[in-house]
């Protein structure tokens, strides 16, 4: 099992989306996954909530959890199989977030160009890199077709020694269409700009985490 961790000291940045979006598109691809939802808001629990109430077979595993509870957590997801772990930390400085980084394979930095964001960015890539968990920068919300806002965040990461992924999320009005119903981009409008980018950015970064997902289809497939 493959754990990542979507954590940023700054709230507003779309870590709960990422989560769910990623965790949507991954169930999708074949895989079992859980979201471990470490925020007291409870956002993706929620969203969660709302999803199983849809007739549909992607039905990512969502659960709150406490920081003492993330290793058992984590243990019992992989005994009951699962092959990605999605940890959704809170915003702002809290204990959850180092103990998500911690036990994660891989961290994710969601960022957008604000200088709050900018400051929480800096202060979660040191954080991952204290406790030896690989990091990588994602810009969201970015404005469409606005290559400026990409060569600004790769100035920001690469001042930080943060790798940033390839695949660039921007701000588009299906997002906010699809939350209420439980749903995610890629399910609302499958031929969007927005299910694009979702889709390739699984295809990125479950290479990164060496998830195997054509294997694991066909494997399915033929059971």
Partial sequence: MRTIAITI???????????KH????ATAAGQNVIILDMDTQQNATTW???RSQQQDEHLPVVRFVTENDLPDELERARQAGCDLALIDTPPGRSSEAPAAVEAADL????FWLESDAFDGLAKSAALARRLGTPAIGI????TPNSRSHEEAARSVL???DV??????LHRYEVYRLANPKGLTVQEVEPESHAA????TLWEWLSAQVQLNTSAIVHKRATA
């Fill in 9 to 19: 000291n700054k709230g507003g940045v779309g870590k709960t989306t990422l989560t």
């Fill in 22 to 25: 990623l965790a949507t598109a």
């Fill in 48 to 50: 969660g909530k709302r």
């Fill in 107 to 110: 961290v994710l930095i969601p």
């Fill in 139 to 142: 810009l969201n919300f970015a």
């Fill in 158 to 160: 690469e001042a930080l």
């Fill in 163 to 168: 790798p940033m992924s390839p695949v660039v």
């Fill in 196 to 199: 694009d980018e979702i889709a």
